[in-house]
T-cell receptor
Framework: QKEVEQNSGPLSVPEGAIASLNCTYS??????FFWYRQYSGKSPELIMF????GDKEDGRFTAQLNKASQYVSLLIRDSQPSDSATYLC??????????????FGTGTQLKVEL | GAVVSQHPSWVICKSGTSVKIECRSL??????MFWYRQFPKQSLMLMAT?????????EQGVEKDKFLINHASLTLSTLTVTSAHPEDSSFYIC???????????FGNGTRLTVT
């Protein structure tokens, strides 16, 4: 079982729709959860982070965390063509003293169609 | 967000040569530096973690003698790919972390092509 799992996609949504990206993780002790957006050939950029169960909203983005189900999601409202990218879910496991290492999923490719 | 400068952004080198990649944190002190590698269509894989002034910790399967990491100051870390081979061609990305637990940011990455 992969430590962080994502559907590779592509996930296609029409412009203006809600895109829902999902991620599951295997380590129940994981503490911090991140969503990154990566355009082709570019470095990842941080979209959102969430530490506590529930929803966290930032503009068009909402991160949802359910630690009991080991599930984190990202909702993108009013999707735009510029949102087309690969979205990486990343997790920091329970702190082990070696620094906060991120473990990444393989990413979900999102395509927002006109 | 944090300002991270990574150079060069791309490099082409011949097999057997060495390439040095620099990563600078411009507006904070990076006590820890993470170095990642990403092959096409794959996710980021952590290569090594370094703390300022001490030796790097390498992930399983990453050769420490091939990928030399120096983290001599709180604002600069370097990754040197020694005796590069075509299979080392990849996208290398640094991620510095400061004293606090702020979400991690990344450098712009270095596209290495070994011919």
């Amino acid at each position: 079982q992969k430590e962080v799992e994502q559907n590779s996609g592509p996930l296609s949504v029409p412009e203006g729709a809600i895109a829902s990206l999902n991620c599951t993780y295997s380590d129940r002790g994981s503490q911090s959860f991140f969503w990154y957006r990566q355009y082709s050939g570019k470095s990842p950029e941080l979209i959102m982070f969430i530490y506590s169960n529930g929803d966290k909203e930032d503009g068009r983005f909402t991160a949802q965390l359910n630690k009991a189900s080991q599930y984190v999601s990202l909702l993108i409202r009013d999707s735009q063509p510029s949102d087309s990218a690969t979205y990486l879910c990343a997790v920091i496991k329970a702190f082990t003293g070696g620094g906060n290492k991120l473990t990444f999923g393989t990413g979900t490719q999102l395509k927002v169609e006109l | 967000g944090a300002v991270v400068s990574q150079h060069p952004s791309w490099v082409i080198c011949k097999s057997g040569t060495s390439v040095k990649i620099e990563c600078r944190s411009l507006d904070f002190q990076a006590t820890t530096m993470f170095w990642y590698r990403q092959f096409p269509k794959q996710s980021l894989m952590l290569m090594a973690t370094s703390n300022e002034g001490s030796k790097a910790t390498y992930e399983q399967g990453v050769e420490k003698d091939k990928f030399l990491i120096n983290h001599a100051s709180l604002t600069l870390s370097t990754l040197t790919v020694t005796s590069a081979h075509p299979e080392d061609s990849s996208f290398y990305i640094c991620s510095p972390k400061g004293y606090d637990n702020s979400p991690l940011h990344f450098g712009n990455g270095t596209r290495l092509t070994v011919t």
